[in-house]
């Protein structure tokens, strides 16, 4: 299973980006999704998260606000909307699926499947 990541680049302080993670050969219906990031020298922690159905979101309380997940089932893809980007916001930006339809877990362990990653530079 495979999913792919994209939208990443460099974007300016105060700009936005949406990042997309395609997920073709997954039954995107039975998993929750999230997105989560890696800075360098940093460890990798929870951006946001969304249930098989879209009507649940969760953010990391410091982003609540400027970042938005949402899915297409249809299209087996979700999506981050990131909005006043700042630097402290520069990472590697992940996507995974967790298998069931529970509440997305903001514990990397409990993901299946994981995203090659996508890079996102902010500069001031």
């Known amino acids: 299973v495979q999913l792919q990541a994209s939208g990443g680049g460099q974007v300016q302080a105060g700009g936005s980006l949406r990042l997309s993670c395609a997920a073709p050969?997954?039954?995107?219906?039975?998993?929750?999704m999230g997105w989560f990031r890696q800075a360098p020298g940093k460890e990798r922690e929870f951006v946001a998260g969304?249930?098989?159905?879209?009507?649940?979101?969760y953010y990391a309380d410091s982003l609540k606000g400027r970042f938005t997940i949402s899915r297409d089932n249809a299209k087996n893809t979700v999506y981050l909307q990131m909005n006043g980007l700042k630097p402290g916001d520069t990472a590697v930006y992940y996507c995974?699926?967790?298998?069931?339809?529970?509440?997305?877990?903001?514990?990397?362990?409990?993901?299946?499947?994981w995203g090659q990653g996508t890079q996102v530079t902010v500069s001031s």
């Open positions: 995974a699926g967790e298998r069931g339809l529970q509440p997305p877990s903001p514990r990397i362990d409990a993901y299946d499947y």
């Open positions: 050969s997954l039954a995107f219906r039975d998993y929750a």
């Open positions: 969304i249930n098989w159905s879209g009507s649940n979101t």
